[in-house]
């Protein structure tokens, strides 16, 4: 705190306190999230027990996908405050991120019991209890939401979503256009209602084999983020931040197990948050000073991550040794990143994204024998074929291959046994279909 904070009245250091909350919020509200982010913590720095700061700096963890310290923090405001109904219903959207159901559902309820009108708490609640498969109760509290709001339309949305998974398709699709005939602009009420229209269509007799196919088709493109994400905001369909590599590539990373290696990152965001769960430890160099302060609450203690001036200079000194794996990402000359890797005879693996177009990079790791393994595909936010691609050296290949996967992609269909994968098998017929 300042002299002239330690000098001031205690009505003059709340009006102040409170300013800078509507201050944090206006940034807040318009999407500003590391700005609002600053001010909430400085907050905090005069008075470490304000509970309206905690609780909002906690929002601000939840929507960037940090739920354990959401839930740390919107907790201790709630310690501080017991009867703070925002708080509540927000630690239960954490929860329910985090998949802890039961939790989530008394706190939504905590907050109902102080505030039976509160409208978040209703949604909250009845998304919550539509994980559970309860939706005949999701459905009571969507109604009440709209009871209170009848304009409101994340309440007919997701009502709409809930009368789906019971099959009355008349009913959601009568929900999903009123949410449209609310907002416009609503993509997502869009994107459920053309899935939901298919999905009644796909009832009609002799319908063309690739118009039955197109539902699986959009929730494809739903699960790898293609409706909900944004350029600042890099999603998969259930709203977990995910780098912007291809989808193939992050298909098949996530089938091995690399809980054992260690991930360096030349260039840091999203990639960073989401490669911590999968590796035993990540080293992020990052140039920019506004991405390393907005990472700087959100990185878990498996990550060490650095504000550098240029990856280049730091990357000359670096022991690569150390690392199992590099990701080469970043917003730099990547031929001359390539240069200074081939160099230092690294022998793992690197992941290099849109290698299609940084082809003489590739070739100067391609020199020193490194094979590439292009994976093409397409990313949430963008409209073209893009590759992220792996490089390894022949004989390091048998460090991460396996033919025990560790997990398969979304809406996969693994089979626990086949005929056809038996050697001792005594069905070789030409006539049995694996695929009926």
């Given amino acids: 705190m300042s002299e002239q904070e330690a000098n001031s009245s205690p009505e003059q250091q ?5 300013q800078a909350i509507d201050l944090g919020m206006q940034h807040h509200s318009a999407g500003r999230l590391p700005e609002a982010e600053s001010i909430y913590q400085k907050i905090l720095q005069t008075d470490p027990n304000q509970s309206v700061a905690l609780h909002l700096l906690g929002s ?3 929507q960037v996908g940090n739920n354990d310290l959401a839930v740390e923090l919107i907790t201790k405001a709630l310690a501080i405050k017991p009867d703070f109904v925002e708080a509540h219903s927000n630690l239960g959207s954490a929860l329910l991120a985090m998949g802890k159901l039961d939790d989530a559902v008394t706190s939504c309820r905590n907050a109902l019991a102080i505030q039976p009108d509160y409208i978040e708490a209703h949604i909250n609640l009845g998304n919550t209890l539509k994980e559970l498969g309860r939706l005949d109760e ?7 939401a709209i009871d209170i709001k009848p304009d409101y339309d994340l309440a007919y949305n997701n009502l709409g979503g809930a009368l789906k998974e019971l099959g009355r398709l008349d009913e959601a699709i009568s929900h999903y256009q009123k949410a449209i005939d609310i907002n416009p602009d609503y993509d997502l009420a869009h994107s459920n209602l053309g899935l939901t229209l298919m999905k009644q269509v796909q009832k009609l007799p002799r319908l063309p084999q690739f118009v039955a196919r197109l539902p699986f088709y959009i929730s494809y493109l ?37 809980s054992g290696m260690t991930l360096l990152e030349l260039g840091s965001g999203n990639s960073t948050l989401y490669f911590s769960k999968f ?5 992020a160099y990052e140039p920019s000073e506004k991405w390393f302060k907005f990472l700087q609450s959100r990185i878990p203690k498996n990550v060490d991550c650095t504000n550098v001036h240029s990856i280049l200079s730091v990357l000359k000194n670096e022991d690569l040794d150390k690392y199992d794996v590099i990701l080469l990402d970043p917003a730099e000359n990547r031929a001359k990143i390539a240069r200074i890797i081939s160099e230092k005879d690294y022998s793992g693996s690197i992941f290099f994204d849109n290698s ?11 020199q020193v024998g490194f094979s590439e393994i292009p994976f093409f595909g397409i990313k949430p936010v963008q409209d073209w074929v893009s590759c992220t691609s792996v490089l390894v050296k022949p004989d390091c290949l048998s460090n991460w291959i396996t033919s025990e996967w560790k997990r398969f992609p979304d809406l996969a269909r693994p089979r626990k046994s086949s005929v056809w994968d038996n050697e001792n098998s005594s069905d070789d017929s030409a006539n049995h279909c694996e695929y009926c």
Avoid: C
């Avoid at 709340?14 to 409170?18: A, D, K, N, P, V």
């Avoid at 999701?138 to 009440?144: E, G, L, R, S």
């Avoid at 590796?279 to 080293?283: A, G, I, R």
């Fill in 138 to 144: 999701a459905i009571t509290h969507y109604h009440k």
């Fill in 222 to 258: 739903e699960s790898l983020g293609v409706m909900n994400a944004t350029l600042d905001n890099i999603l998969n369909g259930k709203g977990e931040n995910i780098p912007l590599l291809t989808n193939s590539f992050l298909h098949w990373f996530e089938t091995i197990d690399w």
């Fill in 14 to 18: 709340t009006l102040s306190i409170q």
């Fill in 279 to 283: 590796f035993k430890s990540v080293t």
């Fill in 60 to 62: 601000v963890a939840h």
């Fill in 356 to 366: 299609e177009w940084y082809r003489q990079s590739i070739g100067v790791l391609s």
